[in-house]
């Protein structure tokens, strides 16, 4: 990697020592930095600090006698003095490309002295605002370390771009028409840390899942502080109609207190999973009576199609061998078919006989799992009306995890919430200007 000039001495300003090389050049770097009059590029070449390598200096300045409207009338004010001020742009081939200018304070009559903008970058950024789309638009296609080595910059500076964009088109989301909701959690480090999770579901499926909101930890708070940032998001409590949780304590208090009026749905994917657990569970109870289970960790795991053909030859085997694990298999196996019928009352009665026969297959996990499953009765038949899924939420679990390893794990949440909302959020970001292209 090409080592570049960093920013502090990047400015070609009075072209001392450069290599400009003409009129026609100047106006081809105006034209490609969108500059309009009275902005015009007064020099610009090839430059080379040291033993660093070249960069391309582009020193833009107002025409002469131009004057400036004031920032916050409009009035036309004359020049009050200036500062050189330099930016990163994109490459110009393999070079960094390094404009810089004089940038004016303006002496208005009655608001006094005022600093200038400048059209090709917000206010207190050291990048162009082509420079920043280039990077928001990179950013949700590779991690951001990789983009910062390929740039040539920290990546911090390329963070700080990503959040600050990302955290104003949120700011400015509109959830009006949010009616179904998924809220999960999702694992930061295997086991260690949670965030939570709300999605938008589309009932119809049309759509697909947009992530409305994530905060670090899981706790019975996190489905408040969602339901807090509801009306600056221009919606209320009272339009969510389903929410999709699993069955955790915590998340059925936070839905109970802060979202009363919605429909609770259980979802297939989050009952699935305790069955899974409690097929677990038997493997390792038997493993605890010195049982030989070589393999069955994976072998057991998930449906059958999903395994290779080797690991379905061991799970036959422990299933034959091991009466227990047999029995837990065809349990785990047959509750699944209950998401297969269409209606909700052929489900229901499918449900009803699972769970005797779960009581009476001698499998303390599978009771224990029938009693849970009666417990959350209602909820988990509310999935059929509508069939409010959980493939959402597991969407945009797979996201955050992409995200996780863009931004390079969760050491800092807040990099990992922006690139999550930006890759899963459905934002609509544009970079304020007229000459940049939409990402
Ligand atoms: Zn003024």
New binding site residues.
Partial sequence: MVPLVPLSFGCGWTSAGGYGIGMNQNLLFAAGLGLMPPWKVVDSGLKQEGEGAKHLYVDIDLESGARMP?P??G?ACALYDHEIKTWRHLNFWQHATVPSARVPRIK?D??GVLQVGVPWARPGSGFTLMFEAFAMAMAREMPVSALARLMGEHDTRIWRIVRHYVAQAHREQDWSTVRDVGIDDTATRKGHRYATVAVEVDRTGRRPARMLFMTAERTATSVGEFVSAMPAHGAKPGQVQMVAIDMSAACQKGVAEHLPSAQVVFDRFHVMKLAGEALDEVRRQLQREGANLKGGMWALRGNEARLCPEQVEVRRQLCARHKELGRAMALREDLQETWEWLGALSAEIHLRQWCSWAMRSRLEPFKKLARTIRQHWKGILAFFPHRITSAAIESINSIIQTARRRARGFRNFENLKAISYWMAGRLDIRVPSAFTHPI
């Fill in positions: 004031c916050r009338c009035q208005c009655e608001h």
